[in-house]
């Protein structure tokens, strides 16, 4: 399922947490010694392990020699969710980091379906991962410790209360013996699984929560060791490119492939439902053979309009009335009507891409007794099994997904219409299964090929009282829905597609009359989620305007919004770490100032200031305090990591990046032209973590939405000018 099943099914799961109690374990020896998993049982439809996922149907596996093998039901795009449920499993398990390695599974969603979505299907996301695992990973740890615990026990003929376990050894000090967990672990599969799991107390914790705890996967990656898909060599492969309509909508009419055919390495040309795709024994062969073949395109059907017409034409709709109601609080029309004043201001957000490092790919290969395995990053893995499936016609059963780490997703991994992993096998199904084939995307494929983060325009009013009182606020929203036309376009409740108003319609200000409306717009090009989803446009907008409102007043940045926070004391206690780190008052160098913003996304919160300079109309952020509060911090090493990143994620985004298109073709295609933040621009960061004893939340996506209006808010202590057209490079100039 997709990252925004989570916005609804969150709000349920919240409400309604899943019972520790509402589990069952699994136990069972295999070649290896003892697998062991977990799953919750209400609600979830029962599937046999042993027809879906074999041995990986287990979380965990301790092999004879030692080795403990954890099978991530969380995919792992770069944001650390391996070494997450590694933590888990070893705080209760008592390993060593040396014996640990940490594969990702699928093809089984009663044991790997994501928790926090309702459990119903396996996907990575929304940042859920670490409270997806959270209970079911450390019980595995834990009752496979207790397991080995018995099995030792009854060998050495000792108490089992007398045994410890620690950095992957039982021992027992009264006789002095003592061993690694292989020697146990085919005797502890024939154990009954403990009725009781008995979790550590977390006074004892020494992993979860250790600030000095590195990733896990961090030398590999450094060395160059850890393979992605782009990796991928199998015996005989060929490898594929593709020819994208130059439109999106058109379609293929006719080609010409006969000058690329007679080139050496290209083996053949065919055309598929989303283009053309170019064959041949390596990579440069079909490059060279691309550039040979002559596409006349059908563009009938085809979205022709510029994004300079489509963003006009949303700041028409947004003078007018919403189509859909997001939120009303008192009655926002009759406080503006009588507010002693009223501030108004539009706020416009281009497409952006997702610009990964790693370009879209995947490898199929029709095994000779008919299963079809499949190679890529998989973030929904059971969702694109059933839709190669469907493409191979194939049942589901003989589809296998290998999952791969990728260099990048921020959301872009997670498509409805899984379309790099469909095109790998209709190229398969089209070149008659002869060989293993990899379809690999250039950067321009990527650029180009879509999904996008979707524009708006924001038209936002603001009413102020004869004593100074922020008293009524209106936004309204216009642009495309993510999920409209799609497979989740049931989470479209009477209109309103929560990805489009989320940190808008969920403002945590007591406003006393709010109105949250949105237009959503009828546009043919492809949107998806992008990192912090509908937060990206919504944090900015709202943050910003409120600031304008501080500003009008004449108060200060950090106790205005602590005023309106009253009610909200996880946004209040992020909001009072970052001003106090920052050391909120004291005097900055001359021509430095403070932003301030403070938002929530996928229930984490977080606070950033941002230190800013202007300098020869080029924008400089000196430095970044952040602020977060995610619950139990379980990787604080990882949680900083996540903040630096999406701090200089989302800073790229609104100082430079945007994606525009000309009589519906995208303008850029590499990133001589998109420009992601290049290291030269990224500040300081701090991070501070707020303790805490609340379930664990996620952070892989909620520390980008602060840092625009953050920015953008000392922009105007600056210079007095508002950026309200991002990007700042280009909407600063423009202000």
Known sequence: ML???????????????????????????????????????????????????????????????DTVTIYSSQFDMGQGSYHGVATLVLEELGADWAQVKVEGAS????????????????????????????????????????????????????????????????????????????????????????DMIALKDPSGWTEIGNPDLKRFDRVGKTRGEQDFTIDVKLPGMLTAVMIHPPKFGATVASFDADEAKALKGVTDVVAIDRGVAVVATDMWSALKGRDLVTVTWDESKAETRGSAEIMAEYHALATKAPTAVARTDGDPEAALSSAAKVLEATYEFPYLAHAAMEPLNAAVHMNADGDLEIWGGHQMPDFYQQMAAKAAGLDPSKVRMHIMKTGGGFGRRATPDADVILEAVNIGKAIGWKAPVKVQWTRENDTRGGRYRPAYVHRLRAGIDADGKLVAWDNHIVGQSIVAGGPFAGLIKDGVDA?????????????????????????????????????????????????????????????????????????????????????????????????????????????????????????????????????????????????????????????????????????????????????????????????????PTGIGEPGVPPIGPAVGNAVFRATGQRVRTLPFDKGFKSA
């Open 3 to 65: 990252v925004h099943k989570l916005n609804a099914l969150a709000e349920r799961v919240k409400a309604e947490p899943v019972s520790r109690r509402g589990f069952l374990l699994s136990a069972a020896a295999t070649s290896a010694g003892l697998a062991i998993g977990y799953r919750p049982l209400a609600g979830l439809a029962a599937t046999e392990p042993s027809k879906q996922g074999g041995n990986l149907a287990a979380y965990i596996a301790i092999s004879e020699d």
């Open 107 to 194: 093809g089984n969603v009663t044991h790997y379906g994501n928790v926090m979505w309702g459990g119903g299907f396996q996907g990575s996301g929304g940042s859920t991962s670490m409270a997806s695992s959270w209970d079911r990973y450390r019980k595995a740890g834990a009752a496979a410790r207790m397991m080995l615990v018995e099995a030792a026990a009854k060998e050495w003929n000792v108490p089992a209360s007398e045994i410890t376990v620690s950095k992957g050894i039982i021992a027992h000090v009264g006789s002095g013996k003592s061993s690694g967990f292989g020697a146990f672990a085919k005797a502890a599969a024939n154990l009954t699984i403990p």
């Open 499 to 695: 990805t489009s108003v989320e940190g808008s319609s969920t403002l945590p200000y007591a406003i006393p009359n709010l109105g949250v409306g949105l237009t959503t717009t009828d546009v043919g090009i492809p949107v998806l989620w992008w990192r912090s989803v509908g937060s990206t446009h919504t944090a900015y907008a709202t943050e910003m305007f409120l600031d304008e409102v501080i500003a009008e007043i004449g108060a200060d940045q950090v106790q205005f919004r602590l005023d309106l926070l009253k009610d909200h004391p996880r946004h209040a206690g992020v909001l009072k770490l970052a001003a106090e780190k920052a050391d909120w008052g004291k005097p900055l160098p001359e021509g430095h100032h403070w932003g301030v913003a403070v938002h929530e996304s996928f229930h984490s919160y977080v606070a950033e200031l941002a230190e800013v300079s202007v300098e020869d109309g080029e924008v400089i952020v000196h430095r970044v305090v952040a602020a977060v509060d995610v619950g139990t911090p379980i990787n604080p090493d990882v949680i900083k990591a996540q903040v630096e990143g999406g701090v200089g994620f989302g800073l790229g985004s609104v100082l430079q990046e945007e994606l525009t298109l000309t009589d519906g073709v995208v303008d850029q295609g590499n990133y001589d032209a998109y420009l992601p933040l290049r290291i030269d621009r990224m500040p300081q960061v701090e991070v501070h973590i707020v303790p805490s004893t609340e379930r």
